[in-house]
């Protein structure tokens, strides 16, 4: 079965601390891993693809097929982080490529 | 390029009521994805369509409708609205939605009364 794991409905930490969004999925095939961020009441934005092994707005995320993971992270929390934050899968297997959303993190960041 | 537009943004409607909520992109894109979003339960596929003349069913289709007539338009029908469907619906495009993933719409406020 396809899954999408993010076992942390809300995050709350202090600016400048590191943040660690979790992410674990289940996928029969190979899958492409996303992170999407939804900032108050606006529409998704792409921020991460595992392919693209980028960093972004200083986020990175590491694929981890052992421990099947994908899990955000970035050392230095800032305020204007605080938004909605989902972790996707797509693949050529059981999603028929398209995006299987887990049910999202809202990170909080204090000042 | 607009991107993905979606009209209208909010929408109140009845019990029992139809009403299509519109969806178009300019970017050319072959794949095209209705979601809606629901809090506490994440973003759940709807309808989606791989080309024109092409869709298929999703995770949440019951009670919604969808036609790809043209690349460009992917509207959603709800046949007879019920409180269920109260939701934020989204809209979704993608040329490649294994490497590049999608662009999602502003979203449609949908409250049924």
């Known amino acids: 079965a396809q899954r999408v794991t993010q076992p942390e409905k809300l995050l709350s930490v202090f600016k400048g601390a590191p943040v660690e969004l979790k992410c674990n999925y289940s996928?029969?095939?190979?899958?492409?891993l996303f992170w999407y961020v939804q900032y108050s009441r606006q529409r998704l934005q792409l921020l991460l693809r595992?392919?693209s092994r980028e960093s972004i707005k200083g986020f990175t995320a590491d694929l981890n097929k052992g421990e099947t993971s994908f899990h955000l992270k970035k050392p230095f929390a800032q305020e204007e982080d605080s938004a909605m934050y989902y972790c996707?899968?797509?693949?050529?297997?059981?999603?028929?490529?398209?995006?299987?959303f887990g049910k999202g993190t809202k990170l909080s960041v204090k000042p | 390029n607009a991107g993905v537009t979606q009209t209208p943004k909010f929408q109140v409607l009845k019990t029992g009521q139809s009403m299509t909520l519109q969806c178009a992109q300019d970017?050319?894109?072959?794949?095209m994805s209705w979601y809606r979003q629901d809090p506490g339960m994440g973003l759940r596929l709807i309808h989606y369509?791989?080309?024109?003349?092409?869709?298929d069913q999703g995770e949440v289709p019951n009670g919604y409708n969808v036609s790809r007539s043209t690349t460009e338009d992917f509207p959603l029908r709800l046949l007879s609205a019920a409180p269920s469907q109260t939701s934020v619906y989204f809209c979704?495009?993608?040329?490649?939605?294994?490497?590049?993933?999608?662009?999602f719409g502003s979203g449609t406020r949908l409250t049924v009364v």
């Open positions: 979704a495009s993608s040329r490649d939605r294994i490497n590049y993933g999608y662009t």
């Open positions: 595992h392919i």
């Open positions: 996928y029969s095939g190979s899958p492409e």
């Open positions: 970017m050319n894109h072959e794949y």
């Open positions: 996707a899968l797509s693949g050529y297997g059981g999603s028929q490529g398209n995006l299987i």
């Open positions: 369509s791989v080309g024109a003349g092409i869709t």
